[in-house]
């Protein structure tokens, strides 16, 4: 059984690789729960909704043309839905390392933040805009 390490991530926001200064990031994918229970039931169930999800991550700050800041805050600011691209590794997409993307949102973003003697972080969380495709 193979055992990954997440050492090189890849991750592309608009067309704009950022990995070079992401320290994480963790999509999520999940899905809504409908409420399915009706009159005379003793039990609450549910069945499964649409799909959802996002992507929180974390960039070192760099506020340099096509950089952090210079791709993230435009987004933001125009509410502008975009592609996202991610991957566990760098490397070319494969059977081993399966490449997924989809359309997001900036939904939140912290373009300044950190602790006295740390890098300067910008946190941002991309909100599910579309469908998500796994193409491995």
């Known amino acids: 059984m193979a055992k990954h390490g997440q050492f090189n991530g890849y991750i592309m926001v608009n067309g704009v690789d950022l990995s070079d200064h992401c320290v994480e990031f963790n999509p999520v994918k999940g899905r809504g729960n409908l409420p399915a ?9 549910s069945m499964p909704g649409l799909k959802e999800g996002d992507i929180s991550a974390n960039f070192i700050q760099d ?30 997409a494969s059977d081993t390392n399966p490449e997924h993307s ?18 300067l972080l910008a946190q941002v969380t991309f909100v599910r805009a579309g469908n998500v495709a796994n193409t491995m």
């Open 37 to 45: 229970h009706c009159m005379g039931d003793t039990d609450n169930y």
């Open 63 to 92: 506020f340099a043309a096509a950089s952090v800041h210079k791709t993230l805050a435009p987004l933001y600011n125009n509410a502008t839905i975009i592609p996202i691209v991610y991957r566990a590794k760098r490397a070319v």
């Open 102 to 119: 989809g359309d997001y949102y900036v939904g939140t973003y912290r373009d300044i933040g950190g602790a006295h003697g740390e890098m």
